[in-house]
């Protein structure tokens, strides 16, 4: 019997205000991860890959995803 070695990576998420780096496990959708992490879908926009994407986008393992507060002024 042959014994695999399960090598599990996960999604680097990067938190702005305050910064900070977290390492999730996915695959998990955006609205999911924002709960996991208590966060507010309509106060925070999520990039993954350099590239902006809708809550119901789903994150893989091995991505790289920045969460940003939204900002808005007058």
């Not at 990067?14 to 998990?28: A, S």
């Not at 926009?45 to 991505?63: M, Q």
């Amino acid at each position: 019997m042959r014994l695999g070695v399960l090598i599990r990576t996960t999604m680097k998420v990067l938190l702005r205000n305050p910064r900070r780096e977290v390492d999730v496990v996915g695959p998990v959708r955006v609205i999911a991860l924002l709960d996991r992490l208590a966060l507010n879908r309509e106060s925070h926009l999520v990039i993954a890959n350099g590239v902006l994407v809708p809550g119901d986008t789903l994150l893989e393992d091995g991505d790289t995803v920045e969460i940003r507060p939204v900002i808005s002024g007058g």
